[in-house]
């Protein structure tokens, strides 16, 4: 039996550094390594001899010297960035061996790739990935990891077609109605806590699995792709490493003129007019009094003879000028801050590593709200035998928050988020003034001296009386033991224990604005004139806390063995994972900080309120819930290499899980993938010189989509105690649904690596198909079924196309390195099947922001808009098309004889193309980095002026200002002029006409950054960095002429702020 | 042996499959096994007893909107107020869709009782859960074909449009309209269902009795014309509840004087309040207001004068602004002085309204009615119940159902300066049904 036939593949080569020497010598081998291409020598190459399993390293020439025994060994030589080398000698042995290495693939600093399950070296693995190295994530700032990667791994972007937090997409949809979100995995297991917990810092490198082949390893979780990120580890036989990296950012205070208002004066013309038609002679009535604006009421004043016209015309003059995003700038919102301080110890010996790293960040929102991150990060690699070692990793991160001041957004009214746009915060001598919060001003004011609280709300102030923090304490413990029972077969058990445990609370005392309405309203006059408290008076403290546990155990076989011609690597293994979750929340009435006391209510007996003296109850505040996700998995993985050349991969995995009440037949879904992989370059017949290293791959394969809000029985919820019977009520959760199938998505891909001669030109271009089916959709029910509007059914399928091209280029060497990097992904999809029981055109044309358009052969999200014929010359009202000729009547052009094929269809409400492009400038100490960010091919329908949302919410547009006034506008203008009372129709009409959509490309500036080496003499430091960096610069170009950033429309979402980080890194 | 120790303990790791994969993933979720479950989905006020067909008194005569109020309301709103034929309602509107809400958990608790075991221990229970899903049923039909069907005639009922009567849990299944016999044979034995099952009195006023079950019938035959059971079953429930709120006892300043779930409620249940009719937006009829006289302590009490000199209806017995409209002591003598004096026995229904009039009068003023002839007793009757029953889901039947009977109210509305009139027995009195359950549920709309 040959020893030679066990080999164990060195699976991180990039770490390993081998620090042997001074063996005893029975035959020298020595020699040199160099490029291929260049003929360089290669520093630090690993060699590995076999059976003696002995390592050395090149020298600085590339040379290398070491004694071997036996007359026949094998000699593995690895190094980053270059193909493993095998050589098989004879004795003797060749007096000087000089060893050409083939540079690998593009990537300069990876040649393995971590799937959470196994560690990969890249050239044998058929499935795609982008790398994503620690050093290419450190040309940005922030506190967050995920949101560096827009622009450096190519077919990940970030969808921002919805207002607020942006969507991480990898490779477009593969669902339509199904969770979206990629799955994370941090360190071989999916990572369940805050992604905000981690820091960049600790980040050694992220993997995007973007196909089959590469996720179907995680089973029903992977459909929409996963993101594995992997912690910075120690090295062996390294002395103790220090890094120091810290930074500070400001940005500039949010731009509130994006804000779409409408200025005092148009607004105040608007009011007058409504009173005048009596608009508000309800509402003024009303027995809940709603709030009215100042104006209005002090219209209702004058006619009621409290206020001369005098008086009102001179508060209106005053009024006219004023615009509160003005004194909102002014007395509320500041620059962002951001401090980051990280220090990273690491070493090893020959039988272990570690790595230790401790990150503060300190930061202050722009509306001063503190928020503060601890990180501790510790790991262990130790070599107990040459059969038995133990690897443990400890993270644990804190991070502190509290609330702010009142911004735009928060001071809300009855109206929603809107408020009049000359309201004024404070008076000239600085005092706060009062906003209608719930309650009509007038209506408060009349109340004042009727004994209860002060009933105002004061946005300037409030703040003040309330402490609210939110504490997020975060932990992951595993540990992996592995013992390799023969010389090629490994059995290995990992486990890891993650708990968050997130407490919040809240504090706010009687002067608070919640506090004393909340007061006032249960307050009721006892017939001796004494206020009577349904709610005991002083502080109201509410706690709530939220926990994650989740306890995750592997069981896994490695098995890997080598023929003369062929490689085989197989693992197999089980996985169990509970995830618990829990939270309550309790709140105390009529606490007293000072004595630790509080008061007690009945929310038993409903009380009379004091406004309107209907009874309504006075809730407890205590919730409580629970519940557990469990999966069990079985899965097997395996690849044969033949000649280096060819490779074969397979996988297959099978999950089940508590998904209640799924038959348990349905609890199994059996998911599998296979690819291969040609190095054409690696042929005898390729003489492309020019072209060094070539790669064909394919893969195929189909990964899940699991929902757990989709089951197959009817269940009910429980909501509580009814408050009239004392038991515990419920309500429909999920209808029976025999029929419900899990998603599916099969993906298609293929792909070519290549590299030009001296890596000038290096890169990946990949195509991909993917078929999904028995998507949930929404399937509208009759609604005599009793049911509900709609239930969800597999009712739907797609299919997306796409394209990623990673290219790398150098473009000049020598004092002025230039290297550039271009990522850029197009993909398309189209909905195969869906059900749409009748074709409404107004359910196509939607909202501004985009829906599931559910027509076959359509992009699932599509834009359609009604065609525009202009606005009336008679009375300015928007026209559309009817029969071919401009038509008022809404109520048709919208309804449901309406067909289709009226309808304009632009195109994709998600980019076809989506890339960056960074250039990297090297000269001396310099460096300089300029990341371009893009989307292009798509289109958005723009925010429109509404008049009964003017009217009745206090919304208003700045293109009021362009409306139609007089007959001849309608050459010069497209805003319908101004009509009471507002039609709905006529708005919506307005809303979704053609003149409304945008196309959305843009490019913009998504980074820069500026770094110098400061030259060291001798000093301890071995580096020392300091650099800037600039980060949303704004957009360079766009399609629109509106000024619309694509990304950020909505009205209620603030785009980010111009920062200026100035930071300083070191290694000692 | 150590490694197969070892060995051993992984497996087991691992093992207890089925248990692992049976935790429920949300603590608060449950199917419905137990008679826990069913009475706790019956026992979810907001959807079972808060959400009685609102659109019919939307449609009635007891208020008026001003043409300001008009032209901010929707526009399916401003069609329900005129009496449009079609297109009244949105997609999302509640009316039509949370009956047949309340009628699937009617019968899914039906359903799940067939597959829990009676016994001696858990009869009661499982009894009064079955008797108020047939009561839920029942009610709920009634009040579906009072609005979208036409007044129920004994000639006619075979040949006019019910409703679909859907009595499983198959949403699949396509139902069809019953005819108004069928729908009221239905209504008749679920309610009759519910009084043989229920207790006499429930343990709360938001759950079912006989009593409830009895008020209901009373209704259903008042509506179908058929006055002797009529008075009957109305007199069943004065036999065991016939407290009156005296309302000279009532604070008649106060914004809702009386009190929610009082002594003359037999069971709360409330409508869904249409828009149209919020207090600051529904006018009262004037000669609805007109009618009540100095000594009426009514006027006071369940209206408040707007600035505009105009009346606003402050609510009754739901004490506060939502519309009651389950079975009161009050309606109760009302259906029964109807039955009463149309079946001849007029000394009887004075003595009814005598007794309800006598409480809502001020103390020492109320004249008792006497010597009446039975025409002028049952217009009597009619006019109490307008003044009585104000906002209570009830008057869009009464309207049709006199009609039917040969009286001729004609309702009007005047928006922008133009008259709309709905003419006695119009056929728009069966008001149009949701397009949307037309199209899904290739039902047939009403003829117009």
């Known amino acids: 039996m040959k020893m030679n036939k066990y080999v164990l593949i060195i699976l991180l080569g990039v770490y390993l550094l081998c620090a042997a020497s001074g063996l005893k010598a029975q035959q020298m081998l020595s020699g040199q390594l160099t490029d291929s291409l260049s003929g360089s020598p290669l520093l630090g190459a690993t060699l590995k001899v076999l059976p003696q399993d002995k390592l050395y390293k090149s020298n600085k020439d590339g040379r290398f010297n070491f004694p071997v025994t036996g007359a026949q060994v094998q000699l593995l030589i690895s190094y980053t960035g270059y193909r493993l080398k095998v050589l098989n000698l004879k004795s003797p042995f060749p007096a000087t061996l000089n060893i050409a290495m083939v540079p690998s693939t593009l990537q300069l600093n990876e040649v393995v790739v971590n799937t959470g399950y196994q560690v990969v070296p890249l050239e044998r693995s058929a499935g795609s990935f982008s790398l994503v190295s620690a050093k290419q994530l450190e040309t940005q700032v922030g506190s967050d990891v995920l949101s560096r990667l827009e622009t450096l791994a190519s077919g990940l972007s970030f969808d921002r077609t919805e207002p607020f937090a942006p969507k991480l997409v990898v490779r477009g949809l593969s669902t339509i109605n199904g969770p979206r979100s990629p799955l994370i995995v941090v360190d071989q297991f999916p990572y369940e806590g805050d992604l905000n917990n981690l820091n960049p810092n600790d980040i050694e490198s992220v993997t995007v699995l973007k196909d089959a082949s590469a996720a179907s390893i995680w089973g029903s979780r992977a459909g929409n792709g996963v993101i594995v990120i992997t912690t910075k580890k120690g090295v062996y036989n390294?002395?103790?490493?220090?890094?120091?990296?810290?930074?500070?950012?400001?940005?500039?205070?949010?731009?509130?003129?994006?804000?779409?208002?409408?200025?005092?004066?148009?607004?105040?013309?608007?009011?007058?007019?409504?009173?005048?038609?009596?608009?508000?002679?309800?509402?003024?009535?009303?027995?809940?009094?709603?709030?009215?604006?100042?104006?209005?009421?002090?219209?209702?004043?004058?006619?009621?003879?409290?206020?001369?016209?005098?008086?009102?015309?001179?508060?209106?003059?005053?009024?006219?000028?004023?615009?509160?995003?003005?004194?909102?700038?002014?007395?509320?919102?500041?620059?962002?801050?951001?401090?980051?301080?990280?220090?990273?110890?690491?070493?090893?010996?020959?039988?272990?590593?570690?790595?230790?790293?401790?990150?503060?960040?300190?930061?202050?929102?722009?509306?001063?709200?503190?928020?503060?991150?601890?990180?501790?990060?510790?790991?262990?690699?130790?070599?107990?035998?040459?059969?038995?070692?133990?690897?443990?990793?400890?993270?644990?991160?804190?991070?502190?928050?509290?609330?702010?001041?009142?911004?735009?957004?928060?001071?809300?009214?009855?109206?929603?988020?809107?408020?009049?746009?000359?309201?004024?915060?404070?008076?000239?001598?600085?005092?706060?003034?009062?906003?209608?919060?719930?309650?009509?001003?007038?209506?408060?004011?009349?109340?004042?001296?009727?004994?209860?609280?002060?009933?105002?709300?004061?946005?300037?102030?409030?703040?003040?009386?309330?402490?609210?923090?939110?504490?997020?304490?975060?932990?992951?413990?595993?540990?992996?033991?592995?013992?390799?029972?023969?010389?090629?077969?490994?059995?290995?058990?990992?486990?890891?224990?993650?708990?968050?445990?997130?407490?919040?609370?809240?504090?706010?005392?009687?002067?608070?604005?919640?506090?004393?309405?909340?007061?006032?309203?249960?307050?009721?006059?006892?017939?001796?004139?004494?206020?009577?408290?349904?709610?005991?008076?002083?502080?109201?403290?509410?706690?709530?806390?939220?926990?994650?546990?989740?306890?995750?155990?592997?069981?896994?076989?490695?098995?890997?063995?080598?023929?003369?011609?062929?490689?085989?690597?197989?693992?197999?293994?089980?996985?169990?994972?509970?995830?618990?979750?829990?939270?309550?929340?309790?709140?105390?009435?009529?606490?007293?900080?000072?004595?630790?006391?509080?008061?007690?209510?009945?929310?038993?007996?409903?009380?009379?309120?004091?406004?309107?003296?209907?009874?309504?109850?006075?809730?407890?505040?205590?919730?409580?819930?629970?519940?557990?996700?469990?999966?069990?998995?079985?899965?097997?993985?395996?690849?044969?290499?033949?000649?280096?050349?060819?490779?074969?991969?397979?996988?297959?995995?099978?999950?089940?899980?508590?998904?209640?009440?799924?038959?348990?037949?349905?609890?199994?879904?059996?998911?599998?993938?296979?690819?291969?992989?040609?190095?054409?370059?690696?042929?005898?017949?390729?003489?492309?010189?020019?072209?060094?290293?070539?790669?064909?791959?394919?893969?195929?394969?189909?990964?899940?989509?699991?929902?757990?809000?989709?089951?197959?029985?009817?269940?009910?919820?429980?909501?509580?105690?009814?408050?009239?019977?004392?038991?515990?009520?419920?309500?429909?959760?999920?209808?029976?649904?025999?029929?419900?199938?899990?998603?599916?998505?099969?993906?298609?891909?293929?792909?070519?690596?290549?590299?030009?001669?001296?890596?000038?030109?290096?890169?990946?271009?990949?195509?991909?198909?993917?078929?999904?089916?028995?998507?949930?959709?929404?399937?509208?029910?009759?609604?005599?079924?009793?049911?509900?509007?709609?239930?969800?059914?597999?009712?739907?399928?797609?299919?997306?196309?796409?394209?990623?091209?990673?290219?790398?280029?150098?473009?000049?060497?020598?004092?002025?390195?230039?290297?550039?990097?271009?990522?850029?992904?197009?993909?398309?999809?189209?909905?195969?099947?869906?059900?749409?029981?009748?074709?409404?055109?107004?359910?196509?044309?939607?909202?501004?922001?985009?829906?599931?358009?559910?027509?076959?052969?359509?992009?699932?999200?599509?834009?359609?808009?009604?065609?525009?014929?202009?606005?009336?010359?008679?009375?300015?009202?928007?026209?559309?098309?009817?029969?071919?000729?401009?038509?008022?009547?809404?109520?048709?052009?919208?309804?449901?004889?309406?067909?289709?094929?009226?309808?304009?269809?632009?195109?994709?409400?998600?980019?076809?193309?989506?890339?960056?492009?960074?250039?990297?400038?090297?000269?001396?100490?310099?460096?300089?980095?300029?990341?371009?960010?893009?989307?292009?091919?798509?289109?958005?329908?723009?925010?429109?002026?509404?008049?009964?949302?003017?009217?009745?919410?206090?919304?208003?547009?700045?293109?009021?200002?362009?409306?139609?006034?007089?007959?001849?506008?309608?050459?010069?203008?497209?805003?319908?002029?101004?009509?009471?009372?507002?039609?709905?129709?006529?708005?919506?009409?307005?809303?979704?006409?053609?003149?409304?959509?945008?196309?959305?490309?843009?490019?913009?500036?998504?980074?820069?950054?500026?770094?110098?080496?400061?030259?060291?003499?001798?000093?301890?430091?071995?580096?020392?960095?300091?650099?800037?960096?600039?980060?949303?610069?704004?957009?360079?170009?766009?399609?629109?002429?509106?000024?619309?950033?694509?990304?950020?429309?909505?009205?209620?979402?603030?785009?980010?702020?111009?920062?200026?980080?100035?930071?300083?890194?070191?290694?000692? | 042996m150590k490694r197969t120790y070892i060995l051993l303990g992984i497996l087991s790791a691992f093992s207890s499959c089925d248990k692992f994969l049976a935790e429920k993933p949300d603590a608060k979720l449950a199917v419905i096994n137990s008679l826990e479950d069913a009475q706790a989905l019956l026992d979810y006020y907001p959807n079972v007893d808060r959400n009685d067909v609102g659109v019919s008194e939307a449609s009635a005569d007891s208020y008026f909107l001003s043409d300001a109020e008009w032209a901010r309301r929707a526009e399916s709103d401003q069609r329900i107020y005129l009496w449009e034929k079609d297109q009244l309602f949105m997609p999302d509107s509640r009316d039509w869709r949370q009956s047949y809400a309340n009628i699937y958990t009617a019968n899914a608790v039906l359903e799940s009782l067939k597959k829990i075991k009676r016994t001696t221990q858990n009869a009661l229970q499982y009894d009064n859960v079955a008797g108020q899903a047939h009561l839920l049923r029942g009610r709920t039909f009634l009040m579906l074909v009072w609005t979208w069907g036409l007044a129920y005639d004994e000639q006619t009922a075979a040949q006019n449009l019910g409703v679909p009567l859907r009595l499983n849990t198959n949403f699949n299944e396509k139902v069809p309209r019953a005819n108004l016999e069928q729908t009221y044979q239905q209504v008749i034995d679920d309610l009759k269902a519910a009084s043989k099952y229920l207790p006499l009195r429930g343990n709360s006023k938001l759950r079912g009795s006989k009593l409830v079950a009895w008020g209901w019938l009373s209704r259903t035959y008042l509506s179908q014309r058929v006055y002797e059971p009529a008075a009957s079953y109305a007199d069943s429930v004065l036999q065991v509840q016939n407290t009156l709120l005296d309302y000279n006892q009532l604070n008649s300043a106060a914004a809702f004087p009386i009190p929610e779930l009082n002594a003359e409620i037999v069971m709360d249940t409330r409508l869904s309040t249409p828009a149209t009719l919020a207090q600051s937006r529904a006018k009262m009829d004037s000669t609805l207001i007109l009618s009540y006289a100095a000594n009426d302590l009514r006027k006071k009490i369940y209206f408040r004068i707007n600035t505009d000199k105009s009346y606003a209806f402050k609510g009754n017995y739901a004490g506060g602004p939502t519309f009651f409209s389950g079975i009161a002591v009050d309606e109760m003598y009302l259906n029964r002085a109807e039955g009463f004096a149309r079946t001849g026995l007029l000394q009887k229904s004075m003595d009814d309204l005598n007794t309800l009039l006598l409480k809502r009068h001020s103390t020492g003023t109320y004249v008792p009615l006497q010597n009446l002839n039975q025409t002028l007793l049952i217009e009597r009757v009619l006019e109490e119940r307008k003044k009585e029953l104000i906002f209570r889901g009830l008057r869009w039947m009464d309207i049709k159902r006199w009609n039917a009977g040969g009286a001729q109210l004609t309702l009007k509305r005047r928006i922008n300066g133009q008259e709309y009139v709905l003419l006695p027995n119009d056929l728009r009195y069966a008001i149009a049904i949701p397009q949307n359950a037309l199209e899904l549920g290739g039902i047939e709309d009403n003829p117009r």
């Not at chain 1, 604006?293 to 005053?318: C, H, W, Y």
């Not at chain 1, 099969?746 to 000038?760: A, E, H, Q, T, V």
């Not at chain 1, 230039?818 to 909905?831: A, F």
């Open chain 1, 238 to 1068: 390294q002395p103790l490493k220090v890094s120091f990296n810290s930074f500070a950012q400001s940005s500039a205070k949010p731009d509130l003129g994006q804000i779409p208002t409408m200025s005092a004066t148009n607004f105040i013309d608007v009011e007058q007019m409504l009173y005048a038609k009596g608009f508000y002679n309800s509402d003024y009535q009303a027995a809940d009094k709603p709030p009215l604006s100042p104006l209005v009421e002090m219209f209702f004043a004058r006619d009621e003879g409290k206020l001369t016209a005098q008086e009102v015309n001179d508060a209106l003059a005053i009024y006219r000028k004023v615009d509160v995003r003005r004194e909102l700038l002014d007395k509320v919102y500041q620059q962002r801050f951001l401090q980051q301080y990280h220090l990273g110890l690491s070493g090893g010996s020959a039988k272990q590593r570690w790595n230790f790293s401790g990150g503060f960040d300190d930061g202050r929102s722009e509306l001063d709200a503190p928020n503060k991150r601890y990180n501790l990060l510790v790991n262990q690699e130790i070599k107990f035998s040459p059969k038995i070692d133990f690897r443990m990793n400890l993270a644990y991160t804190r991070q502190q928050a509290e609330d702010g001041k009142d911004g735009i957004n928060t001071i809300s009214t009855a109206k929603g988020s809107n408020i009049y746009p000359y309201a004024t915060l404070s008076n000239e001598q600085g005092e706060p003034l009062a906003l209608p919060r719930n309650y009509s001003l007038n209506y408060l004011e009349s109340q004042q001296n009727k004994g209860l609280l002060n009933w105002f709300y004061y946005p300037l102030t409030d703040h003040q009386y309330r402490q609210a923090s939110s504490s997020t304490q975060h932990f992951t413990g595993s540990a992996e033991a592995s013992y390799r029972i023969l010389k090629d077969l490994k059995f290995s058990m990992l486990y890891r224990y993650e708990k968050q445990d997130v407490q919040s609370t809240q504090l706010q005392q009687e002067e608070a604005y919640a506090v004393r309405n909340l007061i006032n309203s249960y307050s009721r006059k006892a017939t001796n004139g004494e206020i009577i408290y349904g709610i005991p008076r002083g502080a109201i403290k509410d706690d709530e806390r939220s926990t994650l546990n989740i306890q995750q155990l592997r069981a896994q076989l490695n098995y890997q063995h080598q023929w003369k011609k062929g490689e085989l690597y197989a693992l197999a293994g089980v996985e169990r994972r509970s995830l618990d979750r829990f939270s309550q929340s309790q709140r105390l009435y009529g606490f007293d900080q000072d004595t630790y006391t509080y008061g007690s209510i009945n929310p038993l007996t409903p009380y009379p309120t004091w406004v309107t003296g209907s009874n309504s109850f006075i809730s407890d505040g205590n919730s409580i819930a629970a519940g557990a996700d469990h999966y069990l998995s079985f899965f097997a993985n395996g690849s044969y290499t033949y000649l280096q050349n060819y490779s074969l991969t397979a996988s297959v995995r099978r999950d089940a899980s508590n998904l209640y009440g799924l038959s348990t037949n349905k609890k199994w879904n059996p998911l599998w993938s296979t690819g291969f992989a040609w190095n054409i370059s690696g042929e005898d017949f390729y003489g492309l010189t020019a072209l060094p290293y070539l790669k064909l791959r394919t893969s195929f394969g189909y990964s899940g989509n699991s929902n757990a809000a989709q089951t197959a029985v009817t269940t009910i919820r429980y909501r509580g105690s009814s408050l009239y019977t004392g038991y515990p009520y419920a309500t429909f959760n999920q209808f029976e649904n025999p029929e419900l199938q899990w998603e599916t998505v099969g993906m298609w891909n293929i792909g070519l690596d290549f590299s030009s001669k001296g890596n000038r030109i290096s890169g990946s271009l990949e195509g991909y198909r993917k078929r999904a089916k028995d998507l949930f959709g929404t399937y509208p029910v009759d609604p005599t079924a009793g049911v509900g509007a709609s239930v969800t059914r597999n009712v739907a399928a797609m299919q997306g196309w796409g394209a990623d091209l990673q290219l790398n280029t150098i473009n000049t060497k020598g004092k002025l390195r230039w290297e550039s990097q271009l990522n850029l992904s197009w993909y398309k999809d189209k909905v195969t099947d869906y059900y749409l029981p009748n074709v409404q055109v107004s359910d196509f044309v939607g909202s501004v922001q985009p829906g599931v358009s559910g027509l076959a052969g359509k992009p699932v999200y599509a834009i359609f808009s009604y065609p525009w014929a202009g606005l009336s010359a008679t009375d300015g009202s928007p026209q559309g098309l009817l029969n071919g000729s401009p038509s008022v009547n809404y109520q048709t052009i919208m309804g449901s004889e309406a067909q289709l094929s009226d309808l304009v269809y632009h195109g994709s409400a998600i980019p076809l193309w989506n890339g960056a492009f960074t250039n990297r400038f090297a000269y001396k100490r310099w460096d300089l980095e300029v990341a371009l960010h893009f989307k292009f091919a798509y289109f958005f329908r723009r925010e429109a002026l509404s008049y009964s949302s003017l009217y009745n919410n206090w919304e208003g547009h700045p293109e009021f200002a362009q409306r139609w006034l007089a007959p001849g506008d309608e050459v010069n203008t497209n805003v319908p002029s101004l009509v009471y009372p507002a039609s709905i129709s006529r708005d919506i009409f307005y809303a979704g006409a053609q003149i409304q959509v945008e196309q959305g490309d843009h490019a913009r500036i998504q980074y820069v950054n500026m770094a110098y080496k400061i030259p060291l003499k001798q000093a301890p430091i071995s580096q020392l960095q300091v650099y800037a960096n600039m980060a949303n610069l704004g957009i360079l170009w766009r399609a629109n002429d509106k000024g619309i950033d694509p990304e950020y429309r909505y009205s209620n979402s603030l785009p980010p702020m111009r920062s200026l980080s100035l930071g300083l890194r070191a290694n000692f």
